[in-house]
């Protein structure tokens, strides 16, 4: 199973799948959190400076930080070190991984991608948190993606937890993209869509992300804990009756849609203006993608038109693209960043977004020579998988065979990963304590 390697210095004619690999390793090791951190998070003298704005330490007496996603655990470590010499610090951690921890700082570790007794727990030690929260509060919040699943209470006791949890697997594999997935979590949340933000009363709420969704649009990551909500009850009603794996719905569900309550559309100010900003997005994966492939000599395309595309459109356009752009006859690169998505009906195998596409790429790359792709998740999982993603080239399709096994029956299976693991094309970099969405590479030299 190939690793990412530790350089780029590669002939890209002879060897197009090494470079890949090494070019996947060189962007998500530049896209690291603690630097992101340092460049949009910081104290000089009594003020603090998030992103392009500021505020003025002195107006508070303590600061809250409630910490949440993949990234939670680094993020939190920045902020710690820059305010707690400064002001008194309490917080919450929900995140992966260990964690040595602060005083007065609680950790907990978080459970995705579905909720579970963990993230029951990681709500409700938020908004005990969050609820002793005044006017000379001042709370960094910290969001990363896996957020949505690692902190949760359900918005009514009509839905059990056993319930919510349910709803949200199918949610998942109702192949719904990420915006339309958390406008439906938002709605059945105690603390998402602007919910966790309204335990904190007047404090002044800051807000740092680290952005798993599409650009512009911050409210959805996490599905919304610190933000106001721009989706509506419409939305939500609409997003479910119109997504068939979704129906009929649980007698607790049920119940609760028919009574749904409109989320905050506007959220109590504090001493200062809040403040909200991104450190990382998918378009830091590409930027630092970019300037490796020109620096290796490819003509870079960054398209990112088959966002939130269901795998086997996305793959399609993406492999017409690159055949399109080939005709020029130079080394070109094409660069893709943002999710596909996967409806999964029956049992589900051992897989991922990542790895269906690239399987489904295999098919139509089978027997062509210069072309080589990968696509990997930012945060180092694929789905249900150990892999990130996988690497795939015109002889994929035929080595399956060669092994006795079927790409289609994997496809149809959504098991891509024991063919990929088979192949030795499976990609495990581990967990990355990063999530940035997907990276989509196709080189054709």
Not at 104 to 109: A, E, P, T, W
Not at 174 to 191: D, P
Request: aromatic share 6%; proline share 5%; hydrophobic share 45%.
């Amino acid at each position: 199973m190939p690793t990412p390697s530790n350089s780029v210095e590669v002939n890209i004619s002879a060897e197009p799948r090494r470079f890949a690999l090494s070019l996947l390793r060189q962007v998500l090791a530049s896209v690291n959190v603690p630097d992101a951190m340092r460049s949009v998070f910081r104290v000089e003298g009594s003020y603090l400076l998030v992103g392009d704005r500021q505020m003025e330490l002195r107006h508070f007496k303590q600061i809250f930080i409630a910490a949440i996603g993949k990234a939670a655990v680094p993020m939190a470590d920045h902020v710690l070190a820059s305010l707690r010499l400064i002001l008194p610090v309490r917080g919450v951690v929900v995140g992966v991984g260990s964690w040595q921890g602060a005083t007065g700082v609680q950790y907990l570790k978080g459970s995705h991608p579905v909720p579970d007794a963990q993230s029951f727990d990681a709500a409700r030690a938020l908004l005990d948190l969050l609820s002793t929260s005044n006017s000379e509060t001042l709370v960094v919040f910290l969001i990363s993606g896996g957020a949505s699943a690692m902190a949760e209470a359900p918005l009514s006791p009509i839905i059990s937890s056993e319930e919510l949890s349910a709803f949200y697997l199918r949610l998942l594999h109702s192949g719904l993209s990420i915006e339309k997935l958390n406008t439906v979590r938002k709605h059945f949340s105690a603390i998402k869509g602007g919910r966790l933000a309204t335990a904190c009363g007047y404090a002044t709420r800051c807000t740092v992300l680290l952005s798993d969704v599409p650009p512009g649009k911050l409210d959805v990551v996490g599905s919304g804990l610190s933000l106001p909500d721009v989706s509506t009850v419409a939305e939500c009603r609409r997003i479910i009756t119109e997504t068939p794996s979704l129906l009929p719905l649980s007698p607790g569900v049920q119940a609760f849609f028919d009574m749904m309550p409109e989320t905050p559309k506007v959220l109590p100010e504090g001493i200062e203006p809040s403040i909200c900003c991104a450190a990382l997005t998918s378009d830091s994966l590409i930027q630092a993608a970019a300037q490796i492939v020109r620096d290796a000599g490819y003509r870079v395309v960054i398209d990112n038109t088959c966002d939130d595309w269901d795998y086997r459109d996305a793959a399609n356009y993406l492999y017409q693209r690159a055949v399109a752009e080939a005709e020029v006859g130079t080394p070109v690169c094409i660069l893709s960043a943002g999710e596909v998505t996967v409806a999964v009906t029956g049992e589900a195998g051992i897989g991922g977004r990542n790895q269906q596409w690239s399987l489904e790429l295999a098919r139509y790359l089978d027997g062509k020579e210069g072309f080589v792709a990968l696509s990997a998740g930012s945060d180092g999982v694929d789905g249900n998988s150990p892999a990130a993603g996988a690497v795939v080239d015109g002889s994929t399709w035929s080595r399956v065979a060669e092994l006795g096994l079927s790409g289609l029956e994997a496809l149809e299976a959504f098991n891509a990963y024991p063919l990929f693991e088979s192949l030795g094309d499976a990609i495990v970099c581990g967990p990355t304590g990063n999530n940035l969405r997907d990276l989509r590479v196709i080189l054709v030299n």
